[in-house]
């Protein structure tokens, strides 16, 4: 089963800031996921709430922002005082720590709340300018994003995120033309979720902070978590796989 770091290392680094992108990029695990919204001026930034507020010392949303102002913010000391001063990052910014790495890259695409528009084939062609297409999960709870992304970025997996418990997800997932479904820890604790996998739905579940979850989405058979804790998690995987050899 995969893991890949939700938000970066973000158990102990302000969460989708270069510091945790950096602290995963050294870690063995899968991949990294990141959310990505754009200021009002254009520019495309990494940060999982539509507002700041609860990440930074500003107010206000990133859709009416200009970068420049949000640069002068700092994203870290909500965490920790030792993370003052960290800035938001560009998602090139990002992206580029990765470049030689060997982790996928899953970029959640929001505009479920703003709608962005054109936003995806903006975060498509800076994938391609870095040369790291072949590299990226695409995913969005705003599934008509989810359509556009199959259409413009057909080479890549798209994935549906789901936030509620649904029945028949793997139909619905083959209605808007993908196996790949990303929903919650909780909904996993629903039967219709095994019948689902066992149907040949790709599941990847967010967000699996615990040993005893990570072995009971094993046995369901999930394709991969995205975790807060991704050097416990892999920590123990390895632990896990050494126990049975």
Same mark, same amino acid.
């Given at each position: 089963?995969?893991?890949?770091?939700?938000?970066?290392?973000?158990?102990?680094?302000?969460?989708?800031?270069?510091?945790?992108?950096?602290?995963?990029?050294?870690?063995?695990? !899968?991949?990294? $996921?990141?959310?990505?919204?754009?200021?009002?001026?254009?520019?495309?930034?990494?940060?999982?709430?539509?507002?700041?507020?609860?990440?930074?010392?500003?107010?206000?949303?990133?859709?009416?922002?200009?970068?420049?102002?949000?640069?002068?913010? !700092?994203?870290?000391?909500?965490?920790?005082?030792?993370? #003052?001063?960290?800035?938001?990052?560009?998602?090139? $910014?990002?992206?580029?720590?990765?470049?030689?790495?060997?982790?996928?890259?899953?970029?959640?695409?929001?505009?479920?709340?703003?709608?962005? $528009?054109?936003?995806?084939?903006?975060?498509?062609?800076?994938?391609?300018?870095?040369?790291?297409?072949?590299?990226?999960? %695409?995913?969005?709870? !705003?599934?008509?994003?989810?359509? #556009?992304?199959?259409?413009?970025?057909?080479?890549?997996?798209?994935?549906?995120?789901?936030?509620?418990?649904?029945?028949?997800?793997?139909?619905?997932?083959?209605?808007?033309?993908? !196996?790949?479904?990303?929903?919650?820890?909780?909904?996993?604790?629903?039967?219709?979720?095994?019948?689902?996998?066992?149907?040949?739905?790709?599941?990847?579940?967010?967000?699996?902070?615990?040993?005893?979850? %990570?072995?009971?989405?094993?046995?369901?058979?999930?394709?991969?978590?995205?975790?807060? %804790?991704?050097?416990?998690?892999?920590? %123990?995987?390895?632990?896990?796989?050494?126990?049975?050899?």
């Amino acid at each position: 089963m995969k893991i890949f770091a939700h938000r970066g290392a973000s158990a102990n680094f302000p969460e989708n800031t270069l510091p945790a992108f950096e602290e995963a990029a050294r870690l063995a695990v !899968d991949g990294v $996921e990141l959310d990505v919204q754009r200021t009002k001026d254009g520019v495309l930034v990494v940060n999982h709430d539509e507002r700041i507020h609860r990440t930074s010392n500003g107010k206000g949303h990133i859709a009416d922002l200009n970068f420049e102002q949000l640069r002068k913010l !700092d994203f870290g000391s909500w965490k920790d005082e030792k993370f #003052k001063g960290t800035q938001i990052p560009t998602l090139e $910014e990002v992206l580029l720590i990765f470049k030689h790495t060997h982790h996928v890259i899953n970029i959640e695409i929001k505009t479920d709340v703003v709608p962005y $528009e054109g936003i995806e084939e903006e975060v498509i062609a800076l994938v391609s300018r870095l040369g790291m297409s072949n590299r990226i999960i %695409y995913s969005s709870f !705003d599934h008509t994003m989810v359509e #556009k992304l199959l259409q413009k970025a057909a080479n890549n997996i798209t994935g549906a995120l789901f936030e509620k418990i649904l029945v028949n997800l793997h139909a619905y997932g083959k209605l808007i033309g993908t !196996d790949s479904l990303h929903i919650s820890l909780e909904a996993t604790k629903r039967g219709v979720i095994r019948d689902d996998v066992s149907k040949g739905g790709i599941f990847r579940v967010y967000t699996v902070n615990r040993e005893e979850d %990570y072995d009971r989405m094993e046995a369901l058979g999930v394709e991969a978590i995205f975790t807060d %804790y991704a050097e416990k998690m892999m920590n %123990y995987r390895a632990s896990k796989i050494n126990s049975s050899s």
